[in-house]
Every structure is written in C-alpha cells, then in structure tokens.
C-alpha cells in the first residue's frame, strides 16, 4: 500500500471503526454515496488460487 500510495500519489488512511467519535460515522444515511470501484485483482505464479477467491468474494459480496 505504501508504494502504490506513493507512485500514485493518493492519501491512505487505516481506519479501526466506521465509528467516529465527532461528526458523521461512516456508512450513516449523512454520508454521500460513491461510485462503484473497479477492482483489478492479479493473480499468477505463487499466488493462492484459495486467497484470491476470498478476496473476489468479499470485493463481490461486500463492496
């Protein structure tokens, strides 16, 4: 993350809850709507075919 951070050059931040202790939590009917991402996920040689499917699940199901 730290490199792809820096090459692009985009903040990240790590968040621990969705909860925010001032303001609106994130998730909350206040927050605006974003658009769908479009997700690359890159697989081969040395890649778990087991870890890459939970990844395409939880991007799928959850995102």
Do not use: C, N
């Not at 790590?14 to 994130?26: A, F, M």
């Amino acid at each position: 993350m730290r490199e792809a951070q820096q090459q692009l050059q985009v903040p990240v931040f790590s968040l621990r809850s969705g909860l925010t202790p001032t303001g609106h939590d994130l998730g909350s009917r206040s927050m605006a709507p974003v658009t769908l991402p479009q997700v690359l996920i890159v697989g081969g040689e040395g890649t778990s075919e087991y870890e890459a499917g939970e990844i395409w699940h939880y991007f799928d199901t959850k995102v």
